[in-house]
């Protein structure tokens, strides 16, 4: 390891020995091996952070689509606002987490989720799938329909309680009647006869 020579104890790193600084070179190199375009900046102080630092910023750096991680790209592809060509990259990732997290993304393309809604892993083309159905459909739609069906499922259901208690009740209501006659029957009276006057 090299030592700063302008120091008097010898005890302080060059740059070229710092950690922080090997680990953001690193980091670069590994991004453009992904295939970060050359255009794109890289931040020293992000590429020289921990994969959990990076992941928490990873909405809004586009150099986050070409992190060697995991984690940081899915959460680039579930929450970033995204280039055709970031969504091209991560539709073709080679981590399911990636690709699912991406399907899982409100704001890609028509095209991006047509081409996951055909991955081979069942859970990514199961959330394109289910986001092409609903489109860019509102919550709040989405909530006031489930509302609706849910008041209309429990007035069906209150109904069919309400006939099912009414059957009951005139069956109750029979049977009461007919009570005071097997009564009379069973200690040997007659039923009380009502004549009509002539």
Not at 177 to 188: K, T, Y
Request: one cysteine or more; a neutral charge; glycine letters at 6%.
């Amino acid at each position: 390891m090299c030592r700063g020579e302008d120091t008097h104890d010898h005890q302080i790193r060059c740059r070229c020995c710092d950690p922080a600084h090997r680990r953001q070179q690193r980091h670069s190199r590994q991004m453009l091996d992904r295939g970060l375009p050359e255009d794109v900046a890289i931040d020293e102080v992000w590429a020289s952070g921990t994969i959990s630092h990076r992941e928490a910023s990873a909405r809004s750096r586009p150099e986050a689509t070409y992190d060697p991680a995991p984690a940081v790209r899915a959460e680039r592809a579930r929450h970033g606002h995204l280039s055709t060509d970031e969504q091209n990259s991560l539709a073709a990732d080679l981590s399911p987490k990636v690709r699912l997290a991406l399907a899982q993304n409100p704001r890609i393309t028509h095209w991006a989720r047509e081409a996951l809604a055909g991955d081979e892993n069942p859970r990514v083309r199961g959330a394109a799938r289910a986001r092409q159905r609903f489109g860019h459909v509102p919550k709040a739609a989405i909530r006031a329909s489930a509302i609706k069906r849910g008041l209309n499922l429990l007035e069906v259901g209150s109904d069919a309680i309400l006939d099912g208690s009414e059957a009951m009740a005139e069956r109750v209501e029979a049977g009461l009647a007919a009570v005071p006659d097997v009564l009379d029957e069973a200690v040997g009276l007659e039923p009380l006869r009502t004549t009509a006057r002539s």
